[in-house]
């Protein structure tokens, strides 16, 4: 998943200094086990503060300094972080960030210039979306950002049947006074589909106006009432736009958020997976992409990144390269993302483990881009 804002701008400040960087698994539910994420924890930070004895005083005190801001932090006593993830970059210089992350990630403290990131990439934080769950009463939006749902917009079916005056009493069923030719039944139900029709109307527009950007929208609910809408969503929203038929009107918000997020990262992966295909296509022909950590190192050293896509093998197995080529992306307004786990299989297979479009060709990468595999280099 890509990078949150907040740390892009940290990422750029503090690139060059020190910096302390903590995760924690947050995701134990078992009481027997509560403590266990303070143990790993104090286990990391002396495991750091072991290898820093001959270092200089300058930058133990700077290592001290931030585990004392680390420490002010972090929930006290045995309480839990309170989301599955958690993630706290305190700069040599006093800038501290945190970030709760919806899905665990492994206990680890690093100590380096600048903030560690892959981990964060790793811990699949989820893209904000707009939700909208959908029948022929009415829908309902929200908006999802890193694992939590906001209230967006609600939309009704509102339907006023006006069958018109009746002399006399009772009309038999079947009257109608105003069309002729039509019953009551038949006028009642086109009243019906038009308000249905303005609902869905409507309610495209609502997700139009929240869905800027680069926002996906996820659609569930009566399966007839969400085709509809999503036929009614205007076209440059159809790519990233993508139907959950297991997210129900009735659903709690915890399994809304659940199959949401599970459902975007299907979307994620798919889109990926595009992009790959026509970055191979491009190197064939000697376009803008590059593949594996050599030559993309290279193109991000000449500030030629636009866009990454990382397996997760390779993010575990060479933690400090990836890291190394992620921030230098990252300063440069690059965008880098860690693949699904289908994808993440095929990088390792056809392309290094990673993969990159460039805004430009730098002469670092080499002239015999006509093919990916010339361009990949373990």
């Known amino acids: ?11 750029k400040a503090h690139r060059v200094e020190r910096t302390l960087s903590a995760y924690l698994d947050g995701s134990t539910t078992d009481p027997a086990e509560r403590r266990h994420w303070r143990v790993e924890l104090k286990q990391e930070i002396t495991r750091l503060r072991d290898a820093l004895a001959g270092a200089t005083r300058a930058e133990r005190d700077q290592f001290e300094g931030c ?30 960030h945190t970030e709760a992350l919806p899905t665990r990630t492994t206990t680890l403290v690093v100590w380096r210039d600048g903030p560690f990131v892959v981990p964060l990439l790793s811990a699949d934080v989820a893209d904000h979306a707009v939700l909208a769950i959908v029948d022929w009463n009415g829908a309902g939006l929200w908006r999802l950002a890193d694992g939590r749902l906001a209230h967006g917009a609600s939309v009704t079916t509102d339907a006023h049947i006006d069958v018109g005056p009746h002399m006399g009493d009772a009309p038999r069923r079947g009257f109608h006074g105003g069309t002729r030719g039509n019953t009551q039944t038949d006028e009642a139900q086109r009243q019906l589909r038009e308000a249905r029709a303005r609902m869905i109307d409507a309610t495209a527009h609502r997700i139009a106006s929240m869905a800027n950007g680069d926002v996906c929208v996820v659609v569930g609910g009566a399966a007839e009432a969400a085709a509809a809408l999503v036929k009614a969503l205007p076209q440059g929203l159809a790519v990233r736009t ?18 949401a997020r ?20 491009l190197a064939h022909r000697g376009g803008h992409a590059a593949f594996g950590l050599e030559s993309i ?5 000449a500030g030629a990144v636009e866009r990454i896509v990382v397996s997760r093998r390779l993010c575990a197995d060479d933690p400090d390269r990836v890291e190394d080529i992620v921030q230098l992306a990252l300063i440069d307004g690059a965008r880098v993302e860690t693949a699904g786990d289908a994808l993440s299989e095929r990088l390792d297979a056809e392309a290094g483990g990673i993969a990159a479009e460039l805004r430009f060709v730098p002469a670092a990468v080499g002239d015999d881009a006509a093919a990916p595999r010339a361009l990949v280099h373990r």
């Not at 002010?72 to 210089?93: D, I, L």
């Open 1 to 11: 998943m890509s990078v949150p804002l907040d740390v892009l701008d940290f990422v």
């Open 67 to 96: 585990v004392s801001r680390l420490l002010e932090r972090v929930p006290p006593g045995e309480q839990m972080p309170g989301t599955p993830g958690w993630v706290c970059f305190c700069s040599a210089s006093g800038d501290v």
């Open 242 to 259: 993508v139907v959950a038929p297991d997210l129900r009107v009735q659903s709690p918000n915890g399994e809304v958020v659940r199959l």
């Open 262 to 281: 599970a459902t975007l990262a299907r979307l994620n992966e798919h889109r990926q997976a595009q992009r790959l295909d026509e970055w191979q296509r």
């Open 297 to 301: 190192a290279a193109a991000a050293i």
